[in-house]
């Protein structure tokens, strides 16, 4: 990144994009001129803005873009697939793929959350099986074996336990642990996760399923690692109002495809990083 900038933010392009994604983008670009905020869209990385607003972290190229913008000094604004209402929202983390340093760093008012709920429930039994939700492809890649390994080792410590164990891919992706029943990823996943015990994933939206629906979760990244543990040990659920405290803050993290919602997004952001 240069030291002159010009721009506030620049938005890259990548090719492929989804509907929904060039949707979203349409209506921050548009929101950013209302703010006053210089924005400038690119189609290969320029590095001559503070800020890098760009779509996929979890894509291993795009990773090594936002490593290498935060490296020269630069800010960065990483969008995915939203936490919930996942057809109409998108989210965001700042300077990594996933916010669990900023999203309890904080308590933001119940507005956001309390107009658009997500599905909750009390479906924990402690004597269930635990669920491992795997990863995607693209994390494979960027995260290598560390995940298979870190996968088989709760697997072993849950039997060890006399848990059961379910396996539920991502997208048809890689094979079940040892010890593990395979169950369908066709299957909603508060059907997968009605009845566990735990919910164990090293990064993925199932670990914020899972507490919505007041499960223990253990997880290496993500935004649920914000309140989680990493290791094994209880798995008692978090206290309830642990639970919708972090809930609450987390859907000031996603932001829906309207001109009203982009400009909040970028008065957030203003608040959020001042």
Known sequence: MTTTTTTAVEMLHFPGASDRTQRHLRYLKGAAELEGIDLVESQ????????LLLWGPGDPPRAQIMRNHLAGGGRVLALDLAY???DTKIRVSID??????WVMRRDWPSDRYTVDLPPRGEVWKPNGPAVIAGIGQKAKIQYGDDVAQWEQAMTERCLASGLSVHYRRKRGIGEPTRGAKLVPDSLPI????????????????VAVDALRLGLPVICQDGAAAAICPSSFGRWDPLPLELRDRFLRNLAYFQWGATTHEARRFWQWWREITA
């Open 44 to 51: 290969t990385y320029r590095g001559g803005s503070m800020w």
């Open 96 to 101: 990594a793929a996933h916010p669990q340093a």
């Open 190 to 205: 508060d059907r997968v996760l009605a009845g566990a015990s735990l919910a164990i994933t090293w990064h993925s939206n």
């Open 84 to 86: 919930w209402q996942r």
